[in-house]
Every structure is written in structure tokens, then in C-alpha cells.
């Protein structure tokens, strides 16, 4: 049997980018959903978090799967789940596009809390932002 360790960070957005995963709730049951997908498709799925219009997971490989396939099966079906279940206002779709790229295994637990901590990460974000476009318009009106 041979042994395989190769994960992946993945990465995925919402349409437009459009902001449907921004209450407390929805983004709970959507990656709730999406990792007992992964586990009835087989499919390691060891981190899964995300911000409101996009989605972190740490993956494994297995010996039988592709990257390609596994965010086709992830992508599609928790679109379909969150249209049929009508979590969102207006028709839910993931991007076509993804990020993918491969973590090696001194860099798994970084990932993983990079992964945990979205939200953190992405409130600093809006905050240095918010920051910037405060000291910018100071700039350009004493100007």
C-alpha cells in the first residue's frame, strides 16, 4: 500500500466575490456541510474555515485524487446544498477560479492556524484599510 502525504491549500470564492457567507450561522452550516461531503467522498479535509465571500481548506491527497476533482466536488456540491436549502438570498455560486498550492509538512501547523484565524486576519485587514483611506483623504484635504 503505498503511503501519500501531500496537502494543499485551497482556496475558493463566492461569485462576484459577493459577500453570501456573512452572517454568524451560514458560514457554520456551509463548512459543516462541506466537511461531511468530504468525508463521505473520502476526501481529507483537515482545516476548513473562511471569511464572507471565500474559503480556506487545508487538504491531503490520496493516492486516487486530483485537485482539480476534489474542488469540483466540494465547489459543486455545496453550491447545490446552499441553492437547495436557500441560505441565500439570490442564487449561490463559488468562482470558477481557485488558488491551490502545495504546503509542506513544516508548514501544515501554520497553515492550519493562518486557516483558523480568518476572521482575526481579515478584521486587521479592513482595519489597516480603513486606516489608510482615513490618512489619505487627510492628505488630500489639507492639501
Known sequence: MAFIKIYIHLVFSTKNRDSFLNTFDIPLKVRKHIK???IEKGIFLDMINGYSDHCHCLISLG???NI????QLLKGESSHWINKNKLTLGKF???DEYFAVSVSESM???VRNYIKNQEKHHQKKAL???IRNLLKDIILNTK
Open 128 to 130: 489597516e484599510r480603513n
Open 36 to 38: 461531511e461531503y468530504a
Open 93 to 95: 455560486s463559488w468562482q
Open 63 to 65: 493516492s486516487d485524487q
Open 68 to 71: 482539480e476533482k476534489i474542488v
Open 108 to 110: 501544515v501547523e501554520s
